[in-house]
């Protein structure tokens, strides 16, 4: 009785090489979405802007917050929104995190690039 011999030929070696590198590279060029995302919350960048915080790149050049975290990679921008922030015992007596501040906040995230999440307190407090 004569037995298979299953030895890996030399052509077919460089055959399946050639295919895994043609499926690898098409992998890795493809114009997927990333899965992940990196993100943070920034909501309080208006009560430190107005307490006189600026914002420098890495060329130590003045930017807008929003724009050098999107140029390092950031895509989505959580901000917090509370009913009445200036309430007594509220989250901010200045009136931060309210509607106005808010929609002034994701008009810059967008102007950016990035993405936002909004985060509803139903209440004027943590």
Same mark, same amino acid.
């Given at each position: 009785m004569?037995?298979?011999?299953y030895?890996?030929?030399?052509?077919n070696?460089?055959?399946?090489?050639f295919?895994l590198?043609?499926?690898?590279?098409?992998?890795s060029? *493809?114009?997927?979405?990333?899965?992940?995302?990196?993100?943070? +919350?920034?909501?309080?960048?208006?009560? @430190?802007?107005? &307490?006189?915080?600026?914002?420098?790149d890495s060329?130590?050049?003045?930017?807008?917050?929003?724009?050098?975290?999107?140029?390092?990679?950031f895509?989505?921008i959580?901000?917090?929104?509370?009913?009445?922030?200036? *309430?007594?015992?509220?989250?901010?007596?200045?009136?931060?995190c +309210?509607?106005d501040?808010?929609?002034? @906040?994701?008009? &810059?995230?967008?102007?950016?690039?990035?993405?936002?999440t909004?985060?509803?307190?139903?209440?004027?407090?943590?």
């Amino acid at each position: 009785m004569k037995t298979k011999s299953y030895l890996i030929q030399p052509t077919n070696v460089l055959v399946l090489l050639f295919f895994l590198l043609v499926v690898l590279l098409n992998s890795s060029c *493809a114009t997927k979405p990333s899965p992940f995302s990196i993100g943070a +919350d920034i909501s309080f960048i208006p009560q @430190m802007e107005a &307490r006189g915080a600026a914002y420098y790149d890495s060329n130590n050049v003045k930017k807008d917050i929003c724009l050098i975290m999107a140029e390092n990679n950031f895509d989505n921008i959580r901000l917090r929104i509370f009913v009445n922030p200036e *309430a007594e015992n509220g989250y901010s007596r200045d009136g931060f995190c +309210d509607l106005d501040h808010t929609i002034a @906040m994701a008009k &810059r995230i967008k102007a950016a690039g990035m993405k936002f999440t909004l985060d509803f307190h139903y209440s004027d407090t943590w």
